[in-house]
Nanobody, 122 residues
């Protein structure tokens, strides 16, 4: 069992940066791939960034490639999402999730946090 709690969301102007943090509890965290997904108002949840169990390989959605970076520290049970050059279209609730293998499909992740709101003003 893994419990996830996101933090770091907020209001930022376009072009600014935010760093989201996902704190995990549970002894199996280091064996789980992790993902950041986001859901904008009126839209379906979308893939953002994912990391393998060890963090040696990551995957980014085209919409965030070059601007977002995902990283993890298994010793601290933490996953970070560094978001730079933010755009109004990045406005969404951001969710952290953990699962067995790295995937762009949110259905393959078993454990989800409650989400944190990110709002980017123009």
């Amino acid at each position: 069992q893994v419990t996830l709690v996101e933090s770091g969301g907020g209001l930022v102007q376009a072009g600014g940066s935010l760093r989201l943090s996902c704190a995990a509890s549970g002894r199996t965290f280091s064996t789980e791939a992790v993902v950041w997904c986001r859901q904008a108002p009126g839209k379906e949840r979308a893939f953002g960034a994912a990391s393998t169990r060890s963090g040696d390989s990551t995957s980014l959605a085209d919409a965030v490639k070059g601007r977002f970076t995902i990283s993890r520290d298994n010793a601290k049970n933490t996953v970070l999402l560094q978001m730079n050059s933010l755009e109004p279209d990045d406005t969404a609730v951001y969710y952290c999730a953990a699962g067995g293998i790295i995937s762009r499909s949110s259905r393959l992740y078993d454990y989800w946090g409650q989400g944190t709101q990110v709002t980017v003003s123009s």
